[in-house]
């Protein structure tokens, strides 16, 4: 059903708030080039970023090629609904560990330590390492998201949210590097994680639904419920409780983080 599928926006959102991320550890490394006076080092930053925009897009087409569009059946179906809740389930446990307190610490720490050295000895190779991992890394998390949605996206409307997004991305860049306007950017990071999850609320039920149409699982219709597919919501017994089930994981999860990062 395509209007079960998946849309550049939905593409375009999970890259944008991942790589939001990922920008502001470069901005970093730029600004702290900036202060230091070494102009030479931005070429390095630069380079690392293209390598891991590079090789985090290159895995994302790659996996994108290996659900066709024309290709069809039951064999699909199972496919996609088994794929589907196993990402969902890797972006809430791969997404906590990336976020906890200790993760950060030790990350931010990585970083200043790998900064200094380049400073101090004018070796700006670690710089390129250190703007690659930054950014690939933000790709790992972002791949976990796109293989949810790629069996039911086309290969143009994915290719238009990536690209859009890496437009919008690149926009913000040049805003906080040449602007002394200070952006909103931890509520514009809230905004944009709780668009994700909202997303892989979507994915869940589509991946539910479509193990459902297979009768791998079964299908417990709920009348006075409608159908929601945009939104990925399914009038049957099984569907509401895994999604409430994800809320569930969802707020249990922020509380963690929480208690975590106090």
Same mark, same amino acid.
């Given at each position: 059903?395509?209007?079960?599928?998946?849309?550049?926006?939905?593409?375009?959102?999970?890259?944008?708030?991942?790589?939001?991320?990922?920008?502001?550890?470069?901005?970093?490394?730029?600004?702290?080039?900036?202060?230091?006076?070494?102009?030479?080092?931005?070429?390095?930053?630069?380079?690392?970023?293209?390598?891991?925009?590079?090789?985090?897009?290159?895995?994302?087409?790659? @996996?994108?090629? $290996?659900?066709?569009? &024309?290709?069809?059946?039951?064999?699909? /179906?199972? *496919?996609?609904?088994? %794929? #589907? !809740?196993?990402?969902?389930?890797?972006?809430?446990?791969?997404?906590?560990?990336?976020?906890?307190?200790?993760?950060?610490?030790?990350?931010?720490?990585?970083?200043?330590?790998?900064?200094?050295?380049?400073?101090?000895?004018?070796?700006?190779?670690? @710089?390129?390492? $250190?703007?690659?991992? &930054?950014?690939?890394?933000?790709?790992? /998390?972002? *791949?976990?998201?796109? %293989? #949810? !949605?790629?069996?039911?996206?086309?290969?143009?409307?994915?290719?238009?949210?990536?690209?859009?997004?890496?437009?919008?991305?690149?926009?913000?860049?040049?805003?906080?590097?040449?602007?002394?306007?200070?952006l909103p950017v931890p509520t514009m990071f809230k905004i944009l994680t709780w668009?994700?999850?909202?997303?892989?609320?979507?994915?869940?039920?589509?991946?539910?639904?479509?193990?459902?149409?297979?009768?791998?699982?079964?299908?417990?219709?709920?009348?006075?419920?409608?159908?929601?597919?945009?939104?990925?919501?399914?009038?049957?017994?099984?569907?509401?409780?895994a999604q409430l089930v994800y809320i569930a994981l969802i707020l249990l999860l922020?509380?963690?983080?929480?208690?975590?990062?106090?």
């Amino acid at each position: 059903n395509p209007a079960a599928g998946y849309s550049a926006l939905d593409a375009m959102l999970i890259l944008l708030r991942e790589g939001l991320e990922a920008l502001l550890v470069v901005m970093a490394l730029v600004s702290a080039l900036r202060v230091a006076n070494r102009p030479q080092g931005y070429k390095w930053v630069g380079g690392g970023v293209i390598a891991g925009l590079v090789l985090s897009l290159v895995a994302a087409f790659a @996996l994108q090629r $290996l659900f066709p569009s &024309s290709s069809s059946g039951t064999n699909r /179906e199972i *496919i996609e609904g088994a %794929v #589907g !809740i196993v990402a969902v389930l890797m972006i809430l446990t791969i997404g906590a560990w990336l976020h906890s307190k200790s993760s950060l610490n030790a990350w931010q720490a990585y970083i200043k330590k790998h900064m200094n050295k380049a400073l101090t000895t004018g070796s700006f190779v670690s @710089l390129f390492a $250190l703007s690659f991992l &930054s950014v690939f890394r933000e790709g790992a /998390e972002t *791949i976990l998201f796109y %293989v #949810g !949605i790629l069996p039911n996206i086309s290969t143009e409307s994915f290719a238009l949210g990536v690209g859009i997004a890496v437009i919008l991305l690149a926009i913000l860049a040049v805003v906080i590097l040449k602007s002394s306007v200070k952006l909103p950017v931890p509520t514009m990071f809230k905004i944009l994680t709780w668009v994700l999850y909202i997303l892989g609320f979507k994915i869940l039920g589509v991946s539910v639904h479509a193990l459902q149409l297979t009768a791998v699982l079964p299908t417990t219709i709920i009348d006075i419920l409608p159908n929601i597919e945009w939104l990925g919501f399914y009038a049957t017994l099984q569907t509401i409780i895994a999604q409430l089930v994800y809320i569930a994981l969802i707020l249990l999860l922020q509380r963690w983080l929480k208690r975590q990062n106090a």
